[in-house]
């Protein structure tokens, strides 16, 4: 993954030398919001008002802050309001591309052949890592937001009054609550799994490595008597750890070293996982194809082969029997 430097692009990987070989990810630069009346959001500047066919989503299919986005298009139902434009799951030294892989599209709100030349049009001369997701405003020709987790809260309200779908993912009761959990599971599982793969010191690795089981574990046993992360519903918590859990076996424990347990071998992460991947709206996001080409083709450091392993076989469609949580 590459970066702009004073709006030049560079093939750039990320450097740990001046963190004792830790992985330290990098804040998103565009955060302006859309509201339902255009109002300021939390963060940058007012202006975008929610509106059918205003805004597209740049997202690949392979990277998981992409994928809770894909997920609350799709559970609140704003797949005809929003476009949604895939890059290519090979990243190369141009960095995320519009390619030919299967799955992938054209840029139909730009015609970019590189996702680094919407970042421009978007701020010349930005100084800036080019990731997706990336939400576009096509009025105002610019970026809203390269922050997944304030696009899904974006999804989950800013739209309600254009749809029929009033499911609300963050319920005001249960915010705090989310908060904490979201916090803590971004640091040690979300990007704990890339501080372990990442890392290029044996002691960030190790510190990595043991929050992230450290985590898992205390997760596995908060399942024990919930079907969700809290209580027996879905929440934006639930979305934020499943786009993870659903990548660990599949690539994390073999390509980033994640490899104390699988997430098949968790008594309740398991079914938790299968419980998810089987709710309408969730599973059929789910893309192993662009998920493991990504991966392993996309980190030459790491896999310098680019040879995609056939396996795991996952059975994420067998029962879960969570129902019975309630």
């Not at 609350?72 to 434009?85: H, M, N, Q, T």
């Not at 908060?179 to 803590?184: E, G, H, I, T, V």
């Not at 704990?192 to 190790?206: I, P």
């Not at 709206?281 to 991966?295: C, L, M, S």
Request: hydrophobic share 35%; proline share 5%; aromatic share 12%.
């Amino acid at each position: 993954m590459g970066l702009l430097v004073d709006g030049n692009w560079q093939d750039k990987w990320y450097d740990t030398s001046k963190s004792g070989g830790r992985f330290e990810r990098q804040a998103s630069q565009f955060r302006n919001w859309i509201t339902a009346d255009g109002s300021p959001g939390p963060t940058g500047e007012g202006g975008f008002k929610a509106g059918a066919g205003r805004y597209c989503l740049y997202v690949s299919l392979a990277c998981p802050w992409a994928h809770r986005t894909l997920i609350f298009r799709r559970l609140k139902r704003l797949e005809g309001l929003i476009d949604v434009f895939v890059v290519d799951p090979r990243m190369g030294e141009e960095g995320w591309v519009f390619g030919d892989f299967p799955g992938a599209t054209p840029d139909g709100a730009n015609g970019a052949r590189r996702l680094y030349e919407v970042y421009l049009k978007a701020k010349p001369g930005v100084t800036t890592r080019v990731t997706v997701p990336a939400l576009w405003d096509k009025e105002r020709g610019t970026i809203v937001s390269n922050e997944s987790a304030e696009i899904i809260r974006m999804f989950n309200s800013a739209f309600d009054g254009l749809t029929d779908e009033r499911s609300d993912f963050y319920p005001e009761p249960l915010r705090a609550e989310i908060d904490a959990l979201n916090a803590r599971v971004y640091e040690r599982v979300n990007n704990g799994v890339y501080r372990a793969g990442f890392a290029t010191s044996q002691d960030a690795y190790a510190e990595a490595f043991r929050a992230l089981f450290d985590e898992l574990d205390t997760l596995d046993a908060r399942l024990a008597d919930r079907r969700f992360l809290m209580g027996p519903e879905i929440t934006e918590a639930d979305i934020r750890l499943f786009t993870t859990l659903v990548r660990f076996d599949a690539v994390y424990v073999g390509h980033f070293k994640c490899n104390r347990r699988r997430i098949a071998d968790y008594e309740h992460l398991s079914g938790y996982l299968r419980d998810l991947f089987q709710t309408p709206g969730i599973g059929e996001t789910v893309n192993f194809a662009h998920i493991k080409t990504h991966y392993y083709w996309s980190h030459p450091t790491i896999n310098p082969t680019r040879i995609i392993p056939e396996g795991p076989e996952l059975d994420l469609e067998a029962p879960h029997g969570r129902e019975r949580l309630g």
